[in-house]
């Protein structure tokens, strides 16, 4: 039996040299546009997402 549970994805952005939270954002463009603004690059931070990687694959 397969249960597909709607979850809306939600983004968290950490500053890996200072642990600093950037904030949560509901979409990739949000985070892009949080990086923008702070003046970061996407290897300096870590950002973290409650959507499991295989769902992010088979979409």
């Not at 397969?2 to 600093?20: L, N, Q």
């Not at 463009?29 to 499991?52: H, K």
């Not at 990687?53 to 979409?59: H, K, R, S, T």
Request: some cysteine; overall charge negative.
């Amino acid at each position: 039996m397969r249960h597909d549970v709607a979850i809306s994805p939600f983004y968290t952005v950490i500053e890996i040299a200072d642990g600093a939270d950037h904030g949560t954002y509901e979409s990739e463009s949000e985070v892009a546009a949080c990086l923008v603004f702070a003046g970061l690059r996407p290897d300096q931070v870590e950002v973290r997402t409650n959507v499991p990687l295989l769902a992010i694959c088979v979409q």
